[in-house]
């Protein structure tokens, strides 16, 4: 059986593919920290038309 190999998304460093490998799709805690933190800086976008509320449909039950 062949096990895949995966290229670290934060780093690119190789690692297989293996459920004892913790971390996928990253190689290490801290790739896993640093693309977590790139989510929350909003460097990252899923692509697609927004979603948000236009004003005139808020829902704050009329309390403004």
């Known amino acids: 059986m062949t096990t ?3 290229k670290c998304p934060t780093c690119g460093k190789e690692l297989r593919w293996v459920p ?3 971390f996928r799709p ?3 805690e801290r790739c896993k920290q640093i693309d977590l933190g790139a989510w929350a ?3 990252y976008k ?3 038309n ?3 509320t236009p004003p005139d449909e808020d829902h ?3 309390l403004n």
Do not use: D, L
Request: hydrophobic share 30%; with cysteine; glycine share 14%.
């Open 26 to 28: 990253f190689c290490s």
């Open 20 to 22: 004892e490998n913790r």
């Open 4 to 6: 895949t190999v995966v």
């Open 60 to 62: 704050h039950g009329g």
């Open 46 to 48: 899923i692509a697609g």
């Open 41 to 43: 800086a909003e460097k």
């Open 50 to 52: 927004s979603q948000e």
